[in-house]
């Protein structure tokens, strides 16, 4: 009798269960926020402090009394790097009109929900992929898109070739992941850098979760790189990094990160191995995130730390708050708190062009025809143990433009 | 099966049928025609918790032939779903066949790939077929990022099926497609199991040695499962790239083939009952996380909303390490125990 006592008292919890899965719904001054993220997986570098930012400005934003009036909710769910899993979360808020925006932070989501949510008015977030500025539609992208930062980085190279005062074509190589993403800056990218003379390498990709990048550092050294552009989340950059000093490539070969290369942290813990690497970024890095007054203000109210434990994507994902309150303001002085819906926001997200995001990050480039979260992207070198800028703003080019899609 | 007390098989039929009493029938309709309406009555999101159990069901119901029943261990099952979703999107986009036709195609598509992977069980078992499966779960991802048939690295967009006009463009229209198909899968599975072949799996299971001696011809047999297995993986997957519009690579993940490994160990090896435990119950613990981490957030804000939503992989660890030290033998044996203690009722069991 004790084991059917257990299954009624299991099939009671399972029912239970069911009920309380049930979405609630939020109240009517109340507008939700869904961060559907991954706090664990192959992104999560870059996705948990991130998000940490982003819940923090909307608890700041609600400290501040709501925009209008109109408290914001933060829903973050672990989405692992799991379709099904983001699949389903996504379907548990779809129809709650609460939600008004997603960010979504891996290229496999974007894949699917692109498609699901194609003939939709619903505000979705994404990291950089250029096929939603070349299609433009419900996806905005955090900053430029990868094939523009990475265009930027071409620009970078060429200038940094001339200065260096060598003839010839600079020679670069590509070392990413194997995944659309890994393969994203390359598509309008490449066809930039060939235009402005740089010659390019086979390029290399690799499984995330590779533990030595060597075999690929060799073919690139052997076919004569002069800069390698890698392209994965930090800690596998740090992790190529650590592997390229060790066969003394970051001697005779500049190496150059995208926006998920390392971070302070991973700096500070193997500065050896990352010394005199460059990284592009959309958003302020190094000493520059941590001592912004914003970014200093809100992780120590809400993290209680020191800012010397700042990740820099924090400071993004404020950006991430900041947009979205911007957005939020202006669908409200619009139409009143009282008719907010999906649509509104969505076409208030396009109203933001040149909103200034206190310099985090370069002007909101949204706009009708503009996908891109912003058009301006900042060189830093990884310098005893620390990230400090070598370049000003930058504006990136189109290179979304040159790839035929 | 239970079989209630006073009830006589009179006829080898009767003795042959699932279904053995008018109640029984009445009870089947009943769930059936409540199953029927459940888009009609329930909301949206409980619709596409449902596709998406039901799309798991058939997944490791697949997975329940080849490991559960046959003994094969296979940690590809994510990578032949894979191949069912893209076999699908190219019948389907490419080919312009019927989402009707490629349903069964991707199946028998995946089932002759599945040949090529269950292969080695031939000559390996154990720690080390299982092993083997793994490096076809990567061989296989490797073959889709780099074939220009399968988009690379883009995957490949799907359009919802279609049936005189009628177009099944979202998760309530769709639950009349998984739902069905489910229910005749396991219908399927249910009956293979008790036939010639099915005892022949458990034979190979039990002692593989003794079963050949027996005049079980192995080659035959564990090649049979596999394709079984993987039939059932291919029409999971095109029902899949169906339902979320796109087939791509990262949707498959080795992760993936892990979480259904668990589930049956958490419904229990070898039942076709214990498919549903074990994807129910880790689907809805997958949910109940989702539910649970505001919560917890919100009473203890030192936590913050990402740690606390990051439970779901521990709660997944802690229930598999709960069942493999506590009951090994899944919750389809305390299934069977209650049955038979409801049956004995008021006897003590």
Redesign the interface.
Known sequence: ?G??K??LF?LAV?LA??W????GQASAREVVFL?LTD??GPVAGLA?PG??GL?DYIKDINARGGVQGVKVR?????T??????M???F??Y??DEAVLGINIV???FG??L???TAKEKLVITIPGDGEYQANVGNFFTWGPTYQDAFAAAMDWVVADWKKQGKSGKPVVGHLAW???Y??EPLRGGKEHGEKIGVQFLNPEFFPSGTPKHDVYLSRLEAAGANYIYVACVDPAPTNVLRDAAAMGLNKKIQFITDYWGPTALGVGTHPEAVEGAVVVSFFLRGEEAKNHPINRRIWSTYQKDPPEKMNETYGMGIVWGMTFEAALKDAIQRVGADKLTREVLYESYQRLSGMKREGITGPCAYSPSSRRGSQEVKFYRCTKGKIVPITDWVKTPDAVSLHKW | MWRPCGTFDETYQKDMAIVRTPLRWAVLLGALLVTGLLPVVV????V??LN?LAITVILVMGLQIVSGYCGQISFGQAAYMAVGAYSAAIFTQKLGLSFWVALPLSGIFTGLFGLVGGAPSLRIKGFYLAVATIAVHFVTMWLI?HLEVTGR???L??EPPTLAGFVFDT?ERMFYIIMPTMLLMTYGARNLVRTKVGRAFVAIRDNDLAAQVMGINLFYYKLLAFFISCFYAGVAGCLWAHL???A?F??F?L??ALWYIGMLIVGGMGSIPGVFFGV??IR?L??????V??VL?AWFPWL????A?????TAFGLVLAFFLIWEPRGLAH??E??KA??RLYPF??
């Open positions: 009798m084991s059917r257990s299954i299991f399972l269960v069911g309380a899965t049930l979405p961060d706090f664990t948990l998000s940490l819940e933060y829903i973050g769910v672990d692992r790097y799991d379709v099904a899993r699949l389903s979360s379907k548990r779809r129809r891996s290229t496999p894949k699917v692109k498609e699901i194997d995944s659309p890994g393969r | 909301p949206y999101y409980f596409s918790f998406n990022l690295s883009h995957g967009a799907v998760d979320t519009l796109v791509h990262e949707q993940t992760l993936h129910i119950l809805i997958d949910e109940l996380v989702m539910v981490s505001p957030a913050g909303s990402a740690p939503a990051g439970l779901g992989v305390r299934w125990i209650l203690s409801l003590a069991h």
